[in-house]
């Protein structure tokens, strides 16, 4: 099985500023890759997912990803954020072969200070 | 589409009591699975389906039962409520199906209080 690790547990940042959440899954196996937000009281949005080809992806809300096979990582990226970003942010992994299970990392809580 | 439904909202229960929390998808998805999320854990996947007729249990299945008689619908029972089952219920879907998807697509959540 996966084990998905979010080092940060808690990233306060101040608006305008850039921001890197980190993701690192455990196994080498092909993957698929996934961010997913959650506002406030609501449930999982997804965010953007690295399924093949180009290694950097873009998502929704100004969000890019980069995938890292060698450091098996998956670390999402905002150049600027907005108060609007304020959330809960989750990576999950799903095996290429499987491809049911989907294994999820212990969250990130992103603040955005004004 | 309405998506991925959940109901209730909000449920309060006493130790003891049973329930079934409902879910159901519009989108014709083969797999659905409930999450339950608790603080400072993330996700941890309780019981997920890859068809009509076809369970399994996830990481924590225990205190939980799930059938799939329809392709819609995949409810969560409950059978004898603890304390330690408080916590927010999401169910979530994804394809293959009338719109194949990679990822899945998640209900708004049941938020679960048991006293």
């Known amino acids: 099985a996966q084990s998905v690790t979010q080092l940060d547990s808690q990233v306060p940042v101040f608006e305008e500023a850039p921001v890197e959440l980190r993701c690192n899954y455990s196994?080498?196996?092909?993957?698929?890759l996934f961010w997913y937000v959650q506002y406030p009281n609501q449930g999982l949005q997804l965010l953007l997912k690295?399924?093949?080809?180009?290694?950097l992806v873009k998502g929704i809300n100004g969000f890019e990803a980069e995938f890292n096979k060698s450091q098996t990582s998956f670390h999402l990226r905002k150049p600027s954020v907005h108060i609007s970003d304020t959330a809960e942010y989750f990576c999950?992994?799903?095996?290429?072969?499987?491809?049911?299970?989907?294994?999820f990392g212990t969250g990130t809580s992103l603040t955005v200070i004004p | 589409n309405a998506g991925v439904t959940q109901t209730p909202k909000f449920q309060v229960l006493k130790t003891g009591q049973s329930m079934t929390l409902q879910c159901a998808q519009d989108?014709?998805?083969?797999?659905m699975s409930w999450y339950r999320q608790d603080p400072g854990m993330g996700l941890r996947l309780i019981h997920y389906?890859?068809?009509?007729?076809?369970?399994d249990q996830g990481e924590v299945p225990n205190g939980y039962n799930v059938s799939r008689s329809t392709t819609e619908d995949f409810p969560l029972r409950l059978l004898s409520a603890a304390p330690s089952q408080t916590s927010v219920y999401f169910c979530a879907s994804r394809g293959p199906g009338q719109a194949f998807s990679y990822e899945q697509y998640f209900g708004p959540g049941t938020r679960l209080t048991v006293t």
């Open positions: 999950a992994v799903s095996d290429r072969n499987t491809g049911n299970q989907f294994y």
């Open positions: 196994s080498s196996v092909s993957v698929y």
């Open positions: 989108m014709n998805h083969e797999y």
């Open positions: 389906s890859v068809g009509a007729g076809i369970t």
């Open positions: 690295y399924l093949s080809g180009s290694t």
